[in-house]
């Protein structure tokens, strides 16, 4: 980035932040719950080609932003509703068919059946089972007939979980992160596509451990590791965070994972 930008919820009290921007103030750059390997197997899924218009949902820090420029789509859209992390996306941008629109994912404002492929990560999560399906429907109507849907979300596990037990896994998500989430499970999530006239090409899970050393390691590299393990030693407010959200992660090891789905809008679609 060629100009200093503010952090998202930079200036905000680091008690009642939500948890994916406490990490990103503490050098975390990716923000997905599979790592950067379930979204590259997203974006396998997805193939991007130079011939694509490409629709991101939140992207957040820009992390997939740039994996996705790297192959030159015709046009990339992004749209995030946080002004601060739109800065960052925006100095990542170098093309005059590249933007990142302040907006919300279920009324984007887009025209209708102009999107090759849309994609969002780690935001469907955070949104209610009505607007799960209202922003699951706006990917559908700016897509054209076709055109492939990429989701990378966090899944409680097996389907058969009882539901008193996702209902606590819930909760205690929501208050160790401090912002609303309702994660569901990999069958609830493809249903979900399938009511908004998708068809599921590609699926794939993985263990859930964002805040384990391997995967910070394997996400940030080495070098990123210890820059993040150097801040959270070093801020106390921040550190009692990553503990009170791992904590929860790992006492809910065996019913949290990750997921990643590609799916195709169908051609007879009329949503």
Not at 247 to 259: C, D, E, G, P, Q
Request: hydrophobic share 35%; glycine share 6%; net charge positive.
């Amino acid at each position: 980035m060629s100009k200093k930008v503010q952090m998202p919820s930079e200036n905000r009290e680091i008690s009642k932040t939500p948890g994916h921007w406490v990490l990103a103030q503490l050098g975390k750059r990716v923000l997905r719950p599979g790592g950067k390997e379930l979204t590259q197997k997203m974006l396998a899924g997805l193939n991007i080609t130079s011939t694509d218009s490409v629709v991101e949902f939140a992207p957040g820090m820009g992390y997939t932003a740039r994996l996705c420029l790297q192959q030159s789509p015709k046009h990339y859209t992004a749209i995030e509703q946080n002004e601060q992390a739109a800065e960052i996306v925006r100095s990542y941008l170098d093309g005059i068919n590249q933007q990142c629109q302040i907006g919300n994912a279920q009324n984007t404002g887009l025209e209708s059946n102009t999107a090759s492929v849309v994609y969002g990560e780690a935001m469907l999560t955070m949104q209610s089972d009505a607007r799960k399906s209202e922003i699951i429907a706006e990917a559908a109507r700016i897509l054209s007939a076709g055109g492939r849907y990429g989701i990378h979300e966090l899944c409680v596990t097996p389907d058969e979980i009882d539901d008193t037990k996702k209902r606590t896994i819930q909760k205690e998500i929501t208050e160790t992160i401090q912002h609303p989430a309702k994660p569901i499970t990999p069958q609830e999530w493809k249903q979900l596509m399938e009511n908004n006239g998708f068809e599921i090409e590609y699926e794939a899970v993985s263990p859930m451990h964002l805040l384990e050393p391997k995967r910070m390691i394997d996400d940030e590299g080495l070098l990123g590791f210890l820059t993040i393990a150097k801040n959270i030693l070093t801020k106390p407010a921040a550190r009692k965070r990553v503990l009170g959200m791992r904590r929860v992660f790992r006492k809910h090891h065996t019913n949290l994972s990750a997921i990643t789905l590609v799916a195709k809008k169908k051609e007879t679609n009329d949503v």
